[in-house]
């Protein structure tokens, strides 16, 4: 496609259910990121893949959040027994360029998002 | 650390009022700034940039001018239209550099509503 794809759009989850909410970064992007936002807040960095290597897994909330990109391309962000904090908007966005100047500023392009709700 | 605060919304004007929402940064070195856009229903989308000190990013009647003396990117336009209606996200990105690559930093947002 066009543009980033993410799926589902819409989850809703018991708590302690395990979801997989996916990521269709756009073809030939090689840097690619998933963000959290609370309602109400700005996106938060969770994870960064520079193709298939995870570079910096920094902004994971805890050990039940696991992310992966096998094969450089689609990305699928984990999250296992989930709590009702968990509840947010999962947002991926994905850059052409991987950043080797000091003043690189590839744009990223986000996915319309991923509205996790656990109950 | 690098962190990004916005003026509180929501902020609701009439079409053709003049628009500033106030955004100022706190980062080590010299980060690039960023606006995006994010309109109901769709994602979040780059609005302008600015990438150095006195650079002023533009688009769509859009501006904002980077401020290195007062740590400042604060976005204005001179006539919104009920179109702009939407959540503004200031951001910055440590430029890339060595283990660097580039991560952005978000403000809260601010959501603006204009009314005909």
């Known amino acids: 496609g066009a543009g980033v794809s993410q799926s589902p759009r819409y989850k809703v989850a018991k708590r302690g259910q395990d979801v997989a909410l996916r990521c269709d970064p756009i073809?030939?992007?090689?840097?690619l990121f998933w963000y959290q936002q609370a309602l109400g807040q700005g996106p938060e960095f969770l994870t960064y893949?520079?193709?298939?290597?995870?570079?910096?897994k920094s902004g994971l909330p805890s050990d039940r959040f696991f992310a992966e990109r096998p094969e450089g391309s689609v990305s699928t962000l984990k999250i296992q027994r989930t709590q009702q904090e968990d509840s947010a908007v999962y947002l991926c966005?994905?850059?052409?360029?991987?950043?080797?100047?000091?003043?690189?500023?590839?744009?990223?392009?986000f996915g319309e998002g991923s509205r996790l709700t656990v109950l | 650390g690098n962190s990004v605060t916005q003026m509180e919304g929501p902020v609701t004007l009439s079409e053709e009022a003049f628009l500033t929402i106030n955004c100022t940064y706190t980062?080590?070195?010299?980060?690039?700034l960023f606006w995006y856009v994010q309109y109901p229903g769709e994602g979040l989308q780059l609005l302008l940039k600015?990438?150095?000190?006195?650079d002023k990013g533009s688009n769509k009647g859009f501006e904002a001018t980077y401020r290195k003396e007062t740590t400042s990117f604060h976005l204005e336009k001179g006539s919104v239209q009920v179109s702009d209606s939407a959540v503004y996200f200031c951001?910055?990105?440590?430029?890339?550099?060595?283990?660097?690559?580039?991560?952005?930093?978000f403000g809260q947002g601010t959501i603006l509503t204009v009314h005909p």
């Open positions: 893949f520079q193709n298939e290597a995870q570079l910096d």
């Open positions: 600015a990438t150095k000190a006195d």
């Open positions: 980062a080590t070195g010299y980060p690039s």
């Open positions: 951001a910055l990105r440590r430029n890339a550099g060595g283990t660097s690559y580039g991560k952005l930093t």
């Open positions: 073809s030939g992007h090689v840097s």
């Open positions: 966005a994905s850059s052409l360029s991987r950043p080797i100047a000091a003043a690189n500023t590839g744009e990223l392009f």
